[in-house]
């Protein structure tokens, strides 16, 4: 009698007994949404045209066009370099730059004389500048992803970049108003017609050195000297790195005259901290600090002067905006008043005033495309932000090395903190600051600092989703060396 055969187990249920997760690269995912956003973006720009031009004109889709060929060849180099990096990045940034070019089209238009609209350049103005941007930023964002094949590998540039982004963030302060300060904030570094944001790319080299610095010290910072509501707070004598990073973002609020810039360096430390020593008392510490800190250069503002004077100035056109509503609160007031002119579901794109607005095309961005697309509208682009920032924590979570934890953990709380202070400020939340709100603002600093964001968190989600071998071993796994357990966090096997 012949024993009957055995079925073969297949690689699902193989996977299964043996415990390990299965893994996909999702490319194919990534190229559909990629291609969705897309057409959304041509969408907006035929709508912007009908409601701005009373007709939409042959070559509306070319912009669209332009910026899905870009993206599809970051496309193409993500699944050549990094195949398992998070399908949902490029997709929901492309959509956000897409609208962010669409818009800076729209206040082109509205900026030129009737006559000549229909025949206003694609490649011209605003947001030309801005397409071509978007073609250095994302060939920047491919050059990093070639150049760091292991994102552990920045940790052996630490100090290097910690020191370059303090020399970043001291150039603005140290130079002349006239090289430096643009509507009252000293955050550039001007020359000829040409001007650059350093902090934009300061951001990146400090992030990078609080989390090497964090692995290294996130022991002696986890300890605890005594227990107060339940609450473990750190011992006295630990708290110099958090003081030293307090005094340097105070004097960002002073000398570079910011308070976003501030917040957001002192926030992603702060963060990070907490991120490596999962201690709430490093939270209320550094919001006592941080706030602390403002409401005394408040004072000092009101009463001495000096550097003081142009926070105090920023903190009173916060309190009362129609004070002086054609003066020093002019910009404020109107961002407002755009806002409510939105309402729910907005005037429709291009059919708002967008001309009427200072600095729409940069720091008040979201609220003139807020007055086109309204409330709901609104609330898409920050759930997409939202979005993103949930990727990068996800990443963090799942990455199996502490740095990397930390690296993708600060950059996606960064990014989340500068929407937070764009639209705080506009909203009046909070007093206005000189940042631009990331992928949707005019200019290269920003654009490009926010694409390498972007990359490296690829970067970081493709070493967390990667297969290894079930034994652990590094069949696929990027050299380096062993990946470093945070708190003992198991690490997870995973394969195709």
Request: charged residues 15%; proline residues 5%; glycine residues 8%.
């Given at each position: 009698m012949t024993a009957a055969a055995v079925p073969a187990a297949s690689p699902a249920s193989t996977g299964e007994q043996s415990?390990?997760?299965?893994?996909?690269?999702?490319?194919?995912?990534?190229?559909?949404?990629?291609?969705l956003a897309m057409v959304l973006v041509a969408a907006y720009?035929?709508?912007?045209?009908?409601?701005?031009?009373?007709?939409?004109?042959?070559?509306?889709?070319?912009?669209?066009?332009?910026?899905?060929?870009?993206?599809?060849?970051?496309?193409?180099?993500?699944?050549?370099?990094?195949?398992?990096?998070d399908p949902a990045l490029l997709p929901a940034v492309a959509l956000l730059n897409g609208i962010g070019v669409g818009f800076l089209r729209r206040y082109d238009l509205a900026k030129a004389a009737p006559a000549d609209r229909e025949d206003l350049a694609i490649f011209a103005g605003t947001g030309g500048r801005q397409l071509a941007w978007t073609l250095a930023a994302v060939v920047l964002a491919a050059g990093l992803l070639a150049i760091l094949r292991d994102h552990r590998s920045?940790?052996?540039?630490?100090?290097?970049?910690?020191?370059?982004?303090?020399?970043?963030?001291?150039?603005?302060?140290?130079?002349?108003?006239?090289?430096?300060e643009i509507n009252g904030?000293?955050?550039?570094?001007?020359?000829?017609?040409?001007?650059?944001?350093p902090g934009e790319f300061a951001k990146l080299a400090l992030l990078t050195f609080f989390a090497y610095y964090l692995v290294r010290k996130r022991e002696v910072l986890s300890l605890a000297s005594r227990r107060v509501l339940g609450i473990d707070f750190p011992r006295g004598r630990d708290l110099g790195p958090v003081l030293v990073v307090w005094l340097v973002s105070l004097l960002v609020l002073i000398f570079e005259k910011d308070l976003g810039t501030s917040l957001l360096y002192f926030g992603m430390f702060v963060v990070t901290l907490y991120i490596a020593t999962e201690r709430v008392s490093w939270l209320l510490i550094g919001l006592i600090l941080f706030f602390g800190g403002a409401y005394l250069a408040y004072v000092l503002g009101?009463?001495?002067g000096g550097p003081f004077a142009n926070f105090y100035?920023?903190?009173?056109?916060?309190?009362?905006?129609?004070?002086?509503?054609?003066?020093?609160?002019?910009q404020l007031v109107q961002g407002l008043l755009t806002l409510g002119t939105g309402g729910l579901f907005g005037a429709g794109p291009g059919g708002g005033q967008p001309t009427l607005l200072p600095e729409v095309q940069t720091d008040f961005i979201f609220a003139g495309i807020g007055e086109e697309i309204g409330l709901f509208g609104l609330s898409a682009l920050l759930v997409i932000y939202l979005l993103i920032v949930e990727r990068g924590l996800r990443a963090a979570l799942a990455v199996r090395?502490?740095?990397?934890?930390?690296?993708a953990g600060g950059l996606a709380f960064t990014l989340g903190l500068q929407v937070f202070v764009i639209v705080g400020g506009i909203s009046k939340l909070i007093p206005l600051t000189g940042q631009t709100t990331p992928f949707l603002s005019a200019g290269g600093s920003s654009l490009m600092a926010n694409w390498l964001l972007i990359a490296v968190l690829l970067r970081v989600s493709d070493g967390a989703r990667r297969p290894v071998t079930g034994g652990g071993g590094p069949a696929a796994r990027p050299s380096g060396g062993p990946p470093e357990q945070l708190h003992g966090a198991p690490t997870e096997v995973i394969r195709p």
């Open positions: 415990g390990v997760r299965l893994a996909r690269s999702r490319r194919n995912a990534e190229l559909s949404l990629l291609l720009a035929a709508m912007v045209e009908a409601k701005a031009l009373d007709t939409i004109t042959s070559d509306f889709w070319i912009p669209a066009a332009a910026l899905g060929l870009v993206f599809l060849g970051l496309h193409l180099v993500i699944r050549w370099l990094a195949p398992y990096a920045l940790s052996r540039y630490a100090y290097t970049l910690g020191l370059a982004g303090i020399v970043l963030v001291m150039i603005p302060a140290v130079l002349p108003s006239r090289f430096s904030a000293k955050l550039w570094i001007k020359f000829g017609g040409f001007s650059i944001q009101s009463t001495v100035d920023r903190a009173q056109i916060w309190l009362d905006p129609f004070a002086e509503p054609y003066d020093r609160g002019y090395d502490s740095f990397g934890k930390l690296l």
